[in-house]
């Protein structure tokens, strides 16, 4: 098997270039406090590999169901409706978990008063969002990647 076949390092790879800008241009519905440009740029770039942690694991979790790793190649609606699910589902875990963490902790975040909150819920709208739009550009552009 050659490396550059691997439709998980495709998935990582662009899931990381298109996460990254996701998670630069949210910044403003984040509550950041003082936090530097440098604070700030180590905070996106520290979600988004826990962004390609999730691409990746949706990515596999339809692979094994579906036997099949090349699925990106022929995807069906319930193809990318588990790989959307599972993003969104952990998405609203890590959400949930994050906003609910004390501040005294040392993680998890704070919403700005700009963030949408998700009616009935105090998880926000953005990064819900997040986990329908980068996972259909991710794989996107991981689909016109040469073929095994």
């Known amino acids: ?11 990582a790879t662009f899931g990381f270039f298109t996460a990254f800008i996701w ?17 700030k740029t180590l905070g996106c770039t520290r979600a988004t590999f826990g962004d390609v942690g999730i691409l990746v694991f949706a990515y596999t979790v339809v692979s094994i169901l579906n036997r099949n790793r090349h699925w990106m190649h022929r995807p069906t ?17 890590i959400e949930w978990v ?9 993680w998890g975040w704070r ?5 949408p909150l998700i ?13 329908i739009f980068i996972p259909l550009i991710t ?8 073929q095994p």
Not at 77 to 93: A, C, H, R
Request: aromatic share 16%; glycine share 8%; hydrophobic share 45%.
């Open 1 to 11: 098997m050659k490396f550059d076949k691997e439709p998980e390092v495709h998935i």
């Open 23 to 39: 998670e630069i241009l949210q910044m403003p519905f984040f509550d950041v406090g003082s936090a530097t440009y440098w604070e």
């Open 139 to 146: 794989l996107w552009f991981a689909r016109r990647q040469p």
């Open 77 to 93: 609606y319930w193809m990318i409706g588990i790989y959307l699910l599972t993003g969104l589902g952990i998405t609203v875990i």
């Open 98 to 106: 994050a906003t609910n963490m004390p501040s005294e902790s040392g």
């Open 119 to 131: 009616p009935g819920t105090n998880i926000g709208l953005v990064p819900v969002l997040m986990w």
């Open 111 to 115: 919403y700005s008063e700009l963030m």
